[in-house]
């Protein structure tokens, strides 16, 4: 019955990770077996200090930088075998925040958000008006048509988060998305990510940021947030920090 | 493809064209300088060949019948040139006008005159049509063997000389157009190789964010196709130039005379002969940048 049980909870589980080691060419080991594992719908939030491998944790399950070893199984595949149409796919239901994932230079704000639902395979009807109310509710409206270089910084970093989540992934990716952001900005981020949460997706962000923590505190216990604590290339639960 | 891709893809390869304005600039300059080599060349080759194939129309076989051939076998021979498919027509000529024609220049006529009888035979004319050049050898052979037949006369080392000179200009200008033809396609496709370079940052954008192969390779085949019909145009408008104001200068000096006076079909199927070449050699061009290696790798 317990084995049983067990296995409904492994059958249930988005993501799981046995012995992940990521060795970088230069020969750091940034992961050391390290296990990890998140439901459908879970908040899991990885706090650490800078260059403790929490990027390369999160584009390792991006499908973007491969493990030296170990198991990554997300939905029950092994992303990093799959072929490039199946990828596509895949990718098709995952959103991205990632520093060096930038937004189109020579598109503008509204083609830039435009173009990802294009390419999730979710543009339709009424997308201009979504886009429009995103934009407004970010206080970026009048930005709608500027180029990303006429953004400040922050802007951009919240648009590039808009354009991850505007189409609801079903596993949203968000590697330190309050950097540079002022307290108003980051407010609004992670009302979003709440609000995608509620409506269904999965969330694993990193980040280093305080303003988090405290905004995880007044959102209280509407969302249930697993910390974890990249350390030393192993991931450790941090059951104290649940606000 | 279903309407929605083809208007990305469409879009898209717009967009991209203007964006690299420069680039796009020397692609359909390279396909025009191209399209417009083959096409001078392409004209100098028809017209060589036209004459060629005017002397070849005045060649002409005559089959000459032995004095014992009557009525049946004339018909028998006739009815056998006319079903070789190597022969346009077949003229009869009796020994009767055959001797009318000797007649007419005096000297013969007085020979004829104390010979007391006609010693000519009956013979037929033929016109050979202009394609069987080569098989031409088999025919006389053929009509060689019939008993009725004393000797098959047909210029035989000028007909070689002017069939060996219709092959050389044929294989000639089909290996040097193909030449030209890689040649601009190598250029092009560098070209378009440049690029994608200076595009690649979206390249690997677009693989990241998940975009599937279509996306991101179909702008740019469609980007070549359009630079290839960019540069066909530009050659048409140039001819249409050539032909409507240009002509009648170059035609009193005699320069493109037959290039100029080609009738409106044959121009029309020029154009479109340059349009489809231009076409192909940009999107081969945009094909072949998009197989090499490193674009690839940027997934």
Redesign the interface.
């Known amino acids: 019955m317990r084995f049983r049980a067990a296995c409904r909870n492994l059958q249930y589980m988005m993501i799981q990770a046995f012995h992940l080691t990521k060795v970088h060419s230069s020969g750091v080991k940034v992961l050391d077996d390290a296990y990890f594992s998140a439901s459908q719908r879970s908040f899991v939030a990885i706090i650490g200090e800078s260059r403790t491998g929490k990027s390369t944790f999160l584009k390792i399950l991006g499908g973007?930088e491969k493990p030296t070893s170990g198991v990554l199984r997300i939905d029950h595949r092994d992303i990093y075998g799959l072929s490039?149409?199946e990828?596509?796919?895949?990718?098709?239901e995952?959103g991205?925040i990632f520093p060096d994932?930038?937004l189109?230079p020579?598109k503008t704000v509204e083609e830039n958000i435009h173009f990802?639902l294009?390419?999730?395979g979710a543009?339709g009807e009424g997308e201009k008006e979504a886009i429009g109310k995103l934009l407004s509710r970010a206080g970026l409206e009048g930005k709608a048509h500027s180029k990303p270089a006429d953004l400040s910084s922050g802007e951009q970093s919240v648009i590039l988060a808009l354009r991850a989540m505007i189409f609801r992934p079903r596993l949203l990716l968000a590697d330190d998305p309050f950097q540079g952001l002022d307290h108003k900005a980051s407010s609004l981020l992670f009302r979003l990510f709440m609000e995608l949460n509620k409506a269904g997706s999965t969330i694993v962000l990193s980040t280093q940021q305080m303003i988090f923590l405290e905004e995880a505190k007044k959102a209280g216990t509407e969302t249930r947030i697993q910390w974890m604590k990249l350390d030393q290339g192993k991931l450790h639960p941090l059951e104290e920090a649940i606000p | 493809m279903n309407l929605?891709r083809f208007f990305?893809v469409f879009k898209e390869g717009f967009?991209q064209l203007f964006?690299t304005r420069g680039l796009s600039t020397a692609v359909v300059v390279i396909v025009a300088a191209t399209l417009l080599q083959l096409s001078l060349f392409l004209g100098i080759s028809r017209t060589l060949d036209r004459a060629l194939g005017s002397a070849r129309e005045k060649f002409q076989m005559a089959v000459f019948l032995t004095p014992a051939a009557g009525d049946s076998d004339l018909k028998r021979i006739q009815e056998l040139l006319l079903s070789d498919s190597r022969v346009a027509s077949v003229r009869l000529v009796t020994k009767e006008e055959a001797v009318q024609d000797f007649r007419k220049d005096p000297e013969i006529d007085r020979m004829l005159q104390a010979l007391g009888e006609n010693p000519l035979t009956d013979s037929f004319t033929v016109i050979l049509r202009n394609d069987d050049s080569q098989k031409l050898e088999g025919l006389v052979e053929k009509l060689k063997q019939d008993p009725r037949i004393e000797e098959v006369d047909y210029g035989k080392n000028e007909w070689e000389t002017v069939s060996n000179l219709t092959r050389v200009v044929r294989w000639g200008g089909l290996i040097l157009g193909g030449f030209i033809f890689l040649t601009a396609l190598f250029i092009v496709s560098n070209t378009l190789t440049l690029a994608l370079w200076a595009r690649r940052?979206?390249f690997i954008?677009?693989a990241?964010?998940?975009?599937?192969?279509w996306?991101r390779t179909g702008p740019y085949l469609w980007e070549g196709l359009f630079q290839g019909f960019l540069g066909a145009l530009i050659v048409v408008a140039f001819f249409e130039v050539i032909r409507h104001w240009a002509g009648l200068v170059l035609q009193k000096y005699g320069g493109f005379d037959v290039l100029i006076n080609l009738a409106l079909t044959e121009w029309e199927s020029l154009y479109l002969t340059l349009v489809l070449l231009g076409m192909i050699l940009g999107f081969l061009g945009a094909y072949l940048a998009l197989q090499k290696k490193w674009v690839k790798e940027l997934r």
């Not at chain 1, 990828?87 to 098709?92: I, V």
């Not at chain 2, 990241?208 to 192969?213: I, N, V």
Request: aromatic content about 8%; hydrophobic content about 45%.
């Open positions: 973007e490039d149409p990828k596509s796919q895949w990718l098709s995952v991205m994932l930038k189109f020579d990802i294009q390419v999730k543009s | 929605s990305f967009l964006r940052e979206d954008l677009m990241r964010m998940g975009a599937p192969a996306m």
